[in-house]
């Protein structure tokens, strides 16, 4: 598919080519997103000037201070964009103590204009897409890119197109419908839709679909997830990092990113290990690792997380490449693990992620428990998105709220009892572990005390 591009060529400041994965064939810049030779997927190839510290610390309080590192023009920062990025990275020490780990940190993506990382991927995409002539803005999704495109489209004044399983969590369809889209749930899984949104691709020439014809570009937003991590930490990076895979885009890029700085020289060389994280009910990836294979092999998903529910994952090669690279590990949790985490991660740290943030924690939690991650060393991993848009997983999970009339003495008899039930479930926790049954970084001990 050739795109209407504008009869300039099409500007992305540092960028120098498409790049094939596969061959390693190179093509000009442009609407291509695979090898003509073979298949391929591409990427983009850089010829990077010098960049220092001071420069990137100068730039914006968004992932337009790392715009010399992406494939967008070079003034992009001031074009009408939901300015997504510099989310917080929050050090979790009250979780890393119920965890038994040295030092954890959080990313926590909730602080973007959509609540979640995608504003990222969309903001770099948008720009290329604009800068190559295309004039609607659209893609499939499992819903948070679904709000991400629907939000950047209305503040780029363009408009959108978005395709969404029909059994989404209402508060994603909702949180994507107010932005004025044309939004359609189409009947299926992930996978249909993003079958359905190739061939729309194909029909509409001015059509970007961010995640398929700018997919190229579109990735390159995940590094600035990367790029934070390093900057926010000092100027160095993690020695091990947990991240949630769907496609498994973010955590190709976020390698990418580390390797970036280390060859600008903007951070010292570190061993950082990769660790990937998803679901039991949608895990191709952990299971082609698991199996020692190279080719991931597509399922039908079937998990609470659905922003996770990719049963045929492009990147899947590409994670089990980097994961087996720096000698980290694929791995997936069922669902009342997920649940749990997701708790786990409210009550110690007041951070309300999304079911995607509960697979990344329950996958910490169970590498933990079979001594593959190592709890002495400085770890991050990945709130991808927030609480506020999968209710539903947690409801079925959390405690009656009781009532009571405006009655002092009825509080009292009410906060009492309360109090005595939770000093008696951490005696019995405490209990437990002294008789050597109990496991703080274990998944069932942990839920004691998350009640």
């Not at 001031?78 to 965890?99: H, I, K, Q, S």
């Not at 004025?180 to 899984?189: A, I, N, T």
């Amino acid at each position: 598919m050739t795109a209407v591009v504008t009869k300039s060529s099409p500007r992305f400041g540092n960028a120098c080519a498409l790049a094939c994965r596969e061959c390693g064939s190179s093509y000009p810049l442009g609407a291509q997103h695979a090898c003509p030779e073979c298949f391929g997927p591409l990427e983009i190839r850089y010829d990077l000037p010098r960049i220092t510290r001071e420069m990137i610390e100068a730039g914006p309080p968004n992932i337009w201070r790392y715009a010399s590192l992406l494939p967008v023009p070079s003034g992009t920062a001031a074009t009408p964009n939901t300015e997504p990025g510099c989310t917080r990275l929050v050090r979790a020490d009250n979780l890393a103590r119920r965890l038994g780990m040295r030092r954890l940190w959080v990313k926590d993506e909730r602080g973007n204009p959509t609540h979640s990382f995608k504003d990222r991927v969309v903001a770099v995409a948008l720009a290329a897409a604009i800068e190559m002539g295309y004039r609607v803005l659209a893609c499939p999704s499992t819903g948070n890119l679904a709000n991400a495109v629907a939000a950047a489209a209305a503040r780029a004044g363009i408009s959108s197109v978005v395709l969404v399983p029909a059994n989404l969590e209402p508060e994603k369809i909702l949180a994507s419908a107010v932005y004025g889209c044309f939004l359609v749930k189409v009947e299926g899984g992930y996978d249909d839709v993003n079958r359905l949104a190739s061939e729309l691709a194909e029909e509409h020439d001015d059509w970007a679909f961010v995640n398929v014809n700018v997919r190229p570009y579109y990735a390159e937003g995940s590094k600035t997830i990367g790029y934070e991590i390093a900057e926010d930490l000092g100027w160095r990076l993690p020695r091990q990092i947990v991240v949630p895979v769907a496609s498994g885009a973010q955590l190709v890029k976020i390698d990418k990113a580390f390797g970036e700085l280390v060859s600008l020289g903007l951070v010292p060389d570190a061993d950082v290990r990769v660790f990937g994280a998803q679901a039991s009910g949608c895990a191709p990836v952990a299971a082609a690792f698991l199996a020692g294979h190279d080719v991931v092999q597509p399922v039908r998903p079937d998990t609470i997380a659905k922003s996770l529910a990719i049963g045929n994952p492009a990147d899947g090669p590409y994670v089990l490449d980097v994961v087996r690279r720096t000698g980290g590990v694929v791995a997936a949790a069922p669902d009342p693990e997920i649940v749990e985490s997701i708790r786990l991660l409210a009550v110690t740290e007041g951070i309300f992620g999304e079911t995607a943030a509960g697979v990344t924690l329950a996958v910490l939690r169970r590498l933990l428990a079979a001594g593959q991650l190592d709890p002495d060393e400085e770890t991050v991993i990945i709130n991808s998105g927030d609480g506020l848009k999968t209710l539903d997983a947690v409801a079925g999970a959390l405690p009656a709220t009781p009532s009571i009339r405006p009655n002092l003495a009825e509080f009292t008899r009410l906060h009492d009892a309360a109090i005595h039930t939770a000093t008696g479930a951490v005696r019995t926790c405490r209990a437990s572990h002294d008789a050597g049954r109990g496991d703080d970084r274990g998944p069932q001990a942990e839920a004691v005390r998350t009640v």
